[in-house]
């Protein structure tokens, strides 16, 4: 429901009543979900320009130059109410949504990426929710041959109500010919393919504006769309061929708000004029309010010159989708819609898109504690409790449920980054955040998250595009929350400039926060990172290669994998030097390093348990601080001669070879046998399967 203020500032602007569509569109359109009115201010902070954007924020993808013949469509997307109401379908029509939205660009797909986070894993609901969220994106992307080339998985309590599924979407266009979502001229047709629409997905767009309660699961699983990946692939090569005529002046897919949502935004330069009775619909009876505001999967909305329409049609039929003509763009700036003969909403366009007033909410900054306490146990065996943790332990069990190499592109998929090779280079792409650490420090480690995601990228030789987020808070009404957010929007502005790699698209998802568990999540600014590099695979340490560390090492406990399993406490990362950035690049794309891991989750040791799980190591100083601490700007680094360091600051640690991990720390010789290391790396394997 609209609230009182919203409608008293409505009805008083218009100086009448509403209709029943007229409410319907407001509730939709003014949700947080379509409005971004607590963030819009925020949003304006990022850095969206940069050489290589052709179109930035706004539409529904960006493009961003690859190469002169080449662009990438790539966009942003979060799926999380739906999600634990309904997992399979919430997942899967998330990946569906997003796919749609690089479509309706003119481009065609070729990879995903998931950032998920989840609850504890001991809990059977998060074990449920975790199958059934990786059974939907699989089936879902599968089945339209898009590959599922990158992810990140994150088990925190705070989610426990509350799951987040992100999902970023690439695909490539012609640079100059690329669509967009706004239309062109008055007197053009609107022209909806696709499914039929029916009543699923009603209210969903005012749904992901709320938290969820104890009873969503029964009461909200009618706002969950049901997809149909089949549909999506014959949408997929229907739009292609659409586009390739030359003849479809703007596009639109339908997500949020519907048809009402997909019209009213693609015709607000405008306006429109709507006949809903002409919708193709797959149940009988349908009202109005239904058939504007239902959010059916798998429709597309293009704009036409009146003469082809038809042409249009006929490409939908021979692809077996519906389609009709449904409207058309008028001059006037109005959002009309009439049903069953009479005129059932008339507004001003701006007033329903954009429209929303200015939100000023109040914000404070939280009370964190970052008091260290030492640890119980002896270094091997938190050396085991950090392996073990769900966030460090192995994915296989997810990803071996995506297909990763359709459309024979996927060149390296290992540890720190996906390559694939798109023309003569590689298309590299990474994802995720860390957000127990933003929780502790939300500027500087929403900058690390930056930071983070282009130092996977060097580890293969690749530079950063771009950037597009997914922003996942609790409810903005928290002024704790709602400083958290501002501090973490601007901490990723200002690396995205630092960097040079501008924030081109996004989502901002809120109230994330569960009265069933009495939780709110963790500020998570969930990142995706495209880059461009030369083509190469991820390689392991051979053995007798020289094991570096390059960058200096700091007490940063507070956030990291040691203090999710021990509760430890400490100082959270302090902002990453990102001036090693270009060093690395530069080594990898010639073939300076053997291999080489940045550092993050899980500190030296999980970097050594990647890039060296056979090696002698010697560290000095505090074997907890050593091993652990998850400072940024640190690469580990194996070289043939150890004048392939020479003006890195580094210090050599090792050797790769021999059996297990070997470390001396200080006083302390920690041994993981390589039965202990693998052992431990399959806690969620072991969990899933049995």
Request: charged share 20%; hydrophobic share 40%.
């Amino acid at each position: 429901m609209l609230s009182a203020e919203d409608l008293a500032f409505i009805t008083g602007t218009l100086g009448r009543d509403l209709t029943d569509v007229e409410a319907a569109c407001f509730e939709n359109l003014w949700s947080e979900h379509c409005s971004y009115r607590s963030t819009r201010s925020l949003l304006k902070t990022l850095p969206t320009e940069g050489e290589n954007v052709i179109l930035g924020p706004g539409d529904d993808a960006a493009i961003v130059r690859y190469s002169d013949s080449l662009a990438l469509a790539i966009g942003m997307e979060s799926h999380n109410h739906p999600s634990y109401v309904d997992p399979y379908d919430g997942a899967a029509t998330g990946v569906g949504g997003i796919v749609r939205d690089v479509i309706s660009m003119g481009s065609r797909p070729i990879a995903l990426m998931d950032p998920l986070y989840f609850g504890s894993l001991a809990a059977e609901k998060t074990r449920y929710l975790l199958e059934h969220v990786v059974a939907g994106i699989g089936d879902y992307g599968n089945c339209i041959g898009v590959p599922v080339v990158r992810g990140e998985t994150v088990f925190d309590p705070s989610y426990q109500g509350n799951p987040l599924v992100n999902v970023v979407c690439v695909g490539v266009v012609d640079p100059e010919r690329f669509l967009t979502a706004r239309v062109k001229a008055p007197g053009t047709r609107l022209v909806l393919f696709g499914s039929s629409t029916g009543r699923d997905g009603l209210g969903g767009a005012s749904f992901a504006s709320r938290d969820l309660s104890e009873e969503s699961e029964a009461e909200d699983r009618p706002s969950v769309q049901v997809g149909d990946p089949f549909t999506e692939k014959l949408l997929i090569e229907a739009t292609m061929e659409m586009a390739e005529t030359g003849k479809v002046l703007s596009c639109r897919d339908l997500g949020a708000a519907g048809l009402a949502g997909a019209s009213s935004e693609m015709a607000s330069t405008f306006g429109a004029r709507i006949v809903a009775d002409r919708v193709h619909l797959r149940e009988t009876g349908m009202n109005a309010v239904e058939i504007m505001l239902a959010e059916s999967q798998e429709r597309m909305l293009i704009e036409v010159a009146a003469e082809d329409v038809a042409l249009m049609g006929a490409i939908a039929a021979k692809y077996d989708l519906g389609w009709s003509e449904i409207g058309e763009v008028i001059a006037e700036p109005r959002y009309i819609v009439e049903f069953a003969g009479e005129t059932v909403c008339d507004l001003p366009i701006d007033l329903l898109v954009g429209g929303t007033p200015r939100c000023a909410l109040p914000k404070a900054p939280r009370t964190v504690d970052t008091t260290y306490t030492p640890p119980p146990g002896d270094t091997k065996a938190l050396a085991l409790a950090v392996l073990s943790h769900p966030d460090i332990a192995s994915k296989v069990w997810i990803t071996e449920q995506y297909d990763h190499d359709v459309q024979v592109r996927t060149v390296s998929l290992s540890h720190d980054a996906a390559v694939l090779r798109l023309e003569d280079a590689a298309l590299v792409l990474s994802c995720g955040c860390n957000p127990r650490q933003i929780a502790l420090a939300p500027y500087a480690n929403a900058a690390n998250a930056v930071y983070e995601n282009a130092a996977n990228l060097a580890c293969v030789g690749a530079e950063p595009l771009c950037i597009v987020n997914c922003l996942n808070f609790a409810s903005p009404l928290h002024p704790e929350v709602f400083h958290d957010m501002e501090q973490a929007v601007l901490g990723l502005g200002d690396m995205a400039r630092t960097l040079g790699a501008p924030v081109v698209g996004g989502n901002v998802s809120l109230y994330n926060e569960s009265d069933e568990y009495g939780t709110e999540i963790k500020p998570t600014p969930s990142i995706g990172m495209a880059g461009k590099g030369p083509v190469r695979c991820w390689t392991k340490a051979a053995a007798g290669d020289i094991l570096a560390l390059v960058g200096e090492t700091g007490e940063h406990l507070g956030g990291s994998v040691l203090d999710a399993v021990t509760g430890c406490g400490g100082a959270a990362p302090a902002i990453a030097d990102p001036s090693l950035l270009p060093l690395i690049r530069e080594r990898v794309a010639a073939d300076r390093f053997s291999g080489v891991t940045d550092l993050s989750k899980g500190g030296l040791l999980v970097a050594l348990a990647k890039l060296a799980p056979n090696a002698e190591v010697r560290l000095s100083g505090d074997p907890v601080t050593a091993l652990f601490s998850e400072t940024y700007g640190r690469f580990l680094v194996a070289v043939k001669n150890e004048a392939d360091l020479a003006g890195l600051p580094h210090a050599v640690i090792g050797t790769a070879g021999g059996e297990g991990l070997r470390i001396a720390a200080g006083d302390e010789k920690v041994v993981l046998s390589p039965e202990e290391i693998e052992f431990s790396l399959s806690s969620i394997t072991r969990l899933m399967r049995y």
